[in-house]
């Protein structure tokens, strides 16, 4: 990412790296001001929340160390807290965004929210349970909640 990309720009990317289709409405909340998907006149902002479209992201993080906040869903509501730790000089030899680590695969998207994925987990190994083979199928029967592949996150980034 580079500060002069957008807050959709970065939403676009936390969207790839989880998997997701950018179905939902989104916020950023950086230092109590509220970023994300803005349609003037609609009545759900009520004018209190800027353009992710516009807003560039060198334009609100300036410092290193800055702590914010990444709503996805607001029924689901997966809250992600981003931490800068450091501004690193841009390198030529790398295309950019890059996923440089990760762990565990992503919730699908329109899941339920955290309760209801771990709930669908549980159902999942659960042979037994009434609502096994309906999880499995929605889920995906190759769904492995431990994978995390980093080439297929850069590939699509």
């Known amino acids: 990412m580079d500060i002069k990309d957008t807050f959709s720009d970065l939403h676009c990317n936390i969207q790839i790296a989880m998997?997701?289709?950018h179905s939902q409405l989104f916020e950023f909340d950086v230092k109590?001001?509220?970023i994300g998907d803005y349609e003037e006149g609609d009545p759900m902002w009520?004018?209190?929340v800027l353009d992710?479209?516009?807003v560039s992201i060198g334009e609100m993080v300036k410092n290193k160390k800055i702590k914010f906040d990444y709503i996805y869903d607001f029924g689901d509501s997966w809250e992600h807290e981003i931490k800068v730790e450091k501004f690193l000089d841009r390198d030529e030899s790398i295309e950019y965004p890059i996923c440089i680590d990760g762990a565990l695969n992503c919730p699908p998207d329109l899941c339920g929210g955290v309760w209801r994925y771990?709930?669908?987990l549980k159902i999942m190994k659960d042979?037994?349970?009434?609502d096994h083979k309906e999880i499995l199928q929605w889920m995906?029967?190759?769904?492995d909640p431990e994978h995390f592949d980093k080439?297929?996150?850069?590939?699509k980034l």
């Open 151 to 155: 080439e297929l996150i850069n590939e």
């Open 32 to 34: 109590s001001t509220k």
């Open 46 to 48: 009520g004018g209190q």
């Open 140 to 143: 995906g029967e190759d769904f």
């Open 19 to 21: 998997g997701w289709d």
């Open 127 to 130: 042979v037994n349970h009434e």
């Open 52 to 54: 992710a479209d516009v």
């Open 118 to 120: 771990y709930q669908k």
